[in-house]
């Protein structure tokens, strides 16, 4: 039965957690941001973006505004492809109808389903534990509940490994995660969990807390030992292109971070943005970052690097 399954997911997290639930070779389309395992394009892509290639993140911030203001969606699901995949199972999401499609721009697709309709499974976490209970979401709908605890327990093994090892560390730096560049944006959810996870203080958002705009004023009063910017869906090279409007602010490099090259450019759009097995991943990168706060070392990693003049 569950060879046999058919599986479309409209969200990369999802497409990951399936993946790590045993079932990417049910997988049978994507959406047009679904990019890991690489395999998966190859998959048909389901849906695109209205917003156009190389705008900076004040000019989508805009563009998102302009597109939500007439009421329409960020994103075009193609109708006929989805029906012709003939899916048993759609995974997206009703977190963030700004980050991926949502079950309301599925609609049209799904109102004119010919035969049985496919169940809709629609993630929306918050926190670390509602990232699990995703899994468990998905676990049950493809009938894999036993390994959908097996996967979670080893991710929390993993991450208890990180807590561990980071505590021997000893200092704990106050950290800004930056998830948007302009306007200043804060990253929330599950991202203040990982640093607490990584060894350190999250400043401006509590777990589970969506991500709030971040005043200039306050970042500047609360001066933070680290600064992580993550910008959502961007690559470190979109962030390189991007990061001018952060720091070419006459007030950057007043901070303490800025002066002592306690500043680092992350992968959010394949890291920290994606609520799925990579959190992992995250947190050891946020954790890698902190080592070199407290002693000292490389610039750069696996997803990461230290921004310098």
Avoid at 70 to 91: F, N, T
Wanted: net charge negative.
């Amino acid at each position: 039965m569950t060879e046999a399954l058919r599986i479309v997911s409209l969200l990369p997290s999802a497409t990951e957690v399936a993946v790590a639930l045993g079932l990417g070779d049910s997988l049978v389309g994507r959406s047009h941001e679904c990019d890991f395992p690489r395999f998966v394009a190859d998959l048909p892509v389901c849906t695109a973006t209205k917003l156009e290639k190389g705008l900076r993140s004040v000019e989508i911030d805009r563009r998102v505004q302009e597109i939500v203001r007439q009421g329409l969606s960020v994103y075009e699901v193609h109708a006929e492809l989805l029906r012709s995949l003939k899916p048993d199972v759609i995974l997206t999401q009703t977190q963030c109808a700004i980050c991926a499609v949502t079950p309301a721009d599925l609609e049209e697709s799904l109102c004119d389903w010919a035969g049985t309709a496919p169940a809709l499974i629609s993630l929306a976490p918050d926190t670390l534990g509602d990232v699990w209970d995703d899994f468990r979401h998905v676990a049950k709908a493809v009938g894999r509940v036993a390994e959908g605890e097996k996967v979670i327990a080893g991710l929390q093994a993993r991450l208890a490994q990180i807590r561990t090892e980071s505590r021997r560390r000893g200092a704990v730096p106050r950290v800004a995660a930056i998830e948007w560049f302009d306007p200043l944006m804060a990253a929330g959810n599950w991202v203040p969990e990982l640093i607490a996870c990584a060894g350190g203080d999250p400043l401006f958002v509590a777990p589970g807390e969506h991500s709030p705009w971040l005043d200039w004023g306050a970042l500047v009063a609360t001066d933070p030992d680290v600064i992580v910017m993550m910008p959502c869906g961007y690559q470190i090279p979109q962030s390189l292109a991007d990061i001018q409007s952060v720091i070419g602010d006459p007030r950057w490099n007043g901070l303490s971070a800025v002066r002592k090259g306690h500043v680092f450019l992350a992968d959010g759009h394949h890291f920290f943005n994606r609520p799925g097995p990579r959190l992992v991943e995250s947190a050891a990168i946020l954790a890698e970052i902190f080592d070199v706060w407290a002693q000292g070392g490389a610039d750069s990693g696996e997803g990461w690097m230290r921004v310098t003049e």
